[in-house]
Nanobody, 126 residues
């Protein structure tokens, strides 16, 4: 079955950096668009970043643009989220998600994604 496993979360001071990874199995990774979402306590899940199946197209939420970078390695079945200049408001559980696609596009809506990981906690202290 399809599994998405996130890792790399932790506690970091404001201004610091973290790199999240999401390892996928049970699917043909190169045929899936991938996304990162996050959910803070008491808030709805929100879009962070998305990447097309080839990695050639990326898209970011305005709140993270210029600070976060999404990338993927199709040979390793892994998608990454490099997070720099972290702020306390970035504190959340971060989830990766996968959607089977038939073109090289991306999706920013959570409802478009079929498979989800279990999440990894990111805490940014001030």
């Amino acid at each position: 079955q399809v599994q998405l496993v996130e890792s790399g979360g932790g506690l970091v001071q404001a201004g610091g950096s973290l790199r999240l990874s999401c390892a996928a199995s049970g699917l043909t990774f190169s045929t899936y668009a991938m996304g990162w979402f996050r959910q803070a306590p008491g808030k709805e899940r929100e879009f962070v970043a998305a990447i097309s199946r080839s990695g050639g197209t990326t898209y970011y939420a305005d709140s993270v643009k210029g600070r976060f970078t999404i990338s993927r390695d199709n040979a390793k079945n892994t998608v990454y989220l490099e997070m720099n200049s972290l702020k306390p408001e970035d504190t959340a559980v971060y989830y990766c998600a996968a959607k089977l696609v038939y073109s090289d596009t991306y999706y920013a809506r959570a409802s478009a994604y079929v498979y989800w990981g279990q999440g990894t906690q990111v805490t940014v202290s001030s």
